[in-house]
């Protein structure tokens, strides 16, 4: 039996949320992190990086508890307008999916964010390990230039750090990442939650934050998949409350981990019928 866990986007209160669920399982009995496959997008592939390497959740959610005060604004309010504006692009359906993503990659080059080297520093961090763990774990990213999609694994040669760095680079909030001369994005403006990349396993779970984006979407990609059973987790009310208005807002980390934590346990029975033998 082949199990894949697919980790959507959901910028610092999915990677939250997306912690206190795994963990919330786990303290449940039910562990996710066996996976033979794990597919990670934006938010995700940070988490996805975490579960691979085999992080103790426990530590990882206190982490995420921690009270941090709030960041100065700086250009967040500029980079939200572009991100709603390349929204508005790839939200269009008179626009091909990968026509839009390539507009929206013309967006992101343009817009004027920090510099891409200090950008790779800030995410070093969030990394718990520096090489790719010795799993199938696949990050996905966007080519700013013609909008295809790529899933980023160890056998690409590419460095950890620059595929998770890459999938997180939200368009005009981060800037594109280089690799092998070409600039990738967030591969989040994929939209859905790359579920379809989970192909061939017979046991999957789609955790996605920003399931309310694309919601049809996903369950085409669960569709494509072909799994002979499949569960999708998203937010409840109460977690999309605690996510706030800012999916980028670190002060929202310890109400988003929490509800991430509560949705966790309460979920688990569910979880165990699709996970389970």
């Known amino acids: 039996m082949t199990k894949a866990l697919v980790l959507g986007g959901g910028g610092v209160t999915g990677i939250a949320w997306h912690l206190g669920l795994l963990c919330g399982l786990q303290r449940a009995g039910v562990t996710l992190s066996d996976a033979d496959t794990i597919i990670g997008t934006s938010a995700g592939s940070v988490v996805g990086t975490v579960v691979a390497a085999g992080t103790d959740l426990e530590a990882a959610v206190a982490q995420q508890e ?16 572009q991100w709603l504006a390349a929204m508005a692009v790839l939200v269009d359906p008179a626009v091909p999916a990968q026509q839009a993503r390539a507009r929206v990659g013309a967006m992101a080059l343009a817009a004027s964010t920090q510099d891409e080297q200090a950008y790779l520093a800030r995410m070093e961090p969030l990394l718990p390990v520096r090489d790719w763990p010795a799993r199938d774990l696949r990050l996905v990213v966007v080519d700013t230039a013609d909008g295809r ?31 092998d001369g070409r600039r990738y994005m967030d591969g989040g403006v994929r939209l859905g939650a790359a579920a379809d990349l989970a ?17 049809d979407r996903i369950h085409d ?5 072909g799994a002979a059973k499949s569960l999708l987790i998203e937010p409840d009310e109460a977690s999309l409350e605690a996510f706030g208005t800012n999916f980028m807002d670190p002060t929202r980390r310890p109400v988003s981990v929490r509800a991430g934590l509560r949705q966790g346990v309460a979920l688990a029975d569910s979880v165990r019928t699709v996970w389970s033998l």
Do not use: F, H, Y
Request: hydrophobic share 50%; glycine share 14%.
């Open 149 to 179: 999609d790529v899933a980023l694994g160890a056998e690409s040669g590419v460095s950890l750090l620059s595929a998770v760095a890459a999938s997180c680079a939200v368009p005009g909030m981060m800037p594109p990442v280089t690799i």
């Open 221 to 225: 990609e669960i569709a494509a998949a």
């Open 199 to 215: 192909a061939g396993a017979e046991r999957l779970v789609v955790i996605a934050p920003l399931a309310t984006l694309g919601r």
């Open 66 to 81: 921690q009270e941090v005060a709030p960041a100065r604004s700086g250009g967040r309010g500029r980079g939200n307008a």
